[in-house]
């Protein structure tokens, strides 16, 4: 299957400093990429959608000026956490579709954990 | 909107024997698809298994097969010859086909026992 990248795959900063999260799709065009955040034996829950040379769509309830997103090729969306607290500590997942011809899937990055202190 | 559940929070299984995972959806749409996704302790996201909603051919890839039924919206995954690296927390998960986002059930843990 196809290869999605996240960097990096763990960060640990003090509250109030901002991270950037990469997601590169690697051997696939991506318009189209997702970030979701995962607690500890739950399920995925999607943040936004975000799409290469537009704005970001947000879920409800989540912050848009808090995580912001930026597409701006198509192979790599970032993710910034802004103003980190520790509620903020989670694992976020990116994902990556693959859309075109015969196929249409999405592919998952190995995610990063994010501790802030 | 698009519901997915699963109902089996926890399954375990001897090794070379076959199980099946549970997962019903909820949809209005028409067109659509359904994956396994597999979870390992790495919490990489690994594709098991695709099916798109207008073919009836239930898909498998080697030891992983699906029963779609698409008039009950139930799509089970079975696993046959059980291997300790199926040991995982699997999601079903649904796609829409316009804007590809995807709804994920709750999981299933399954833990294959030696």
């Known amino acids: 299957g196809a290869v999605v990248s996240q960097h990096p795959s763990r960060v640990i900063c003090k509250s109030g400093t901002s991270v950037k999260i990469e997601c590169r799709s690697l051997?696939?065009?991506?318009?189209?990429m997702f970030w979701y955040r995962q607690f500890p034996k739950q399920s995925l829950m999607l943040m936004a959608t975000?799409?290469?040379?537009?704005?970001?769509?947000?879920e409800q309830g989540v912050e848009k000026d808090k995580f912001l997103i930026n597409h701006a090729s198509l192979t790599l969306s970032t993710l910034t956490v802004t103003s980190a607290h520790p509620e903020d500590s989670s694992f976020y997942i990116c994902?990556?579709?693959?859309?075109?011809?015969?196929?249409?899937?999405?592919?998952f990055g190995p995610g990063t954990r994010l501790t802030v202190l | 909107a698009q519901t997915v559940t699963q109902s089996q929070p926890e399954m375990s299984v001897q090794e070379a024997e076959t199980v099946t995972l549970s997962c019903t959806y909820d949809t209005s749409e028409n067109n659509y698809y359904l994956f396994w996704y597999k979870q390992p302790p790495s919490r990489q996201m690994i594709l098991v298994i695709r099916q798109e909603a207008y073919k009836q051919q239930n898909a498998t890839e080697n030891r992983f097969s699906v029963n779609f039924q698409k008039a009950a919206k139930s799509f089970s995954l079975k696993i046959s010859d059980s291997q300790l690296g199926d040991t995982a927390m699997y999601f079903c998960?649904?796609?829409?086909?316009?804007?590809?986002?995807?709804?994920f059930g709750d999981g299933t843990t399954l833990t294959v026992k030696p």
């Open positions: 998960a649904f796609m829409t086909r316009n804007a590809g986002k995807s709804t």
């Open positions: 975000s799409n290469e040379g537009s704005k970001a769509t947000y």
């Open positions: 994902s990556a579709r693959d859309f075109g011809g015969l196929t249409d899937t999405q592919y």
């Open positions: 051997d696939f065009q991506a318009t189209t």
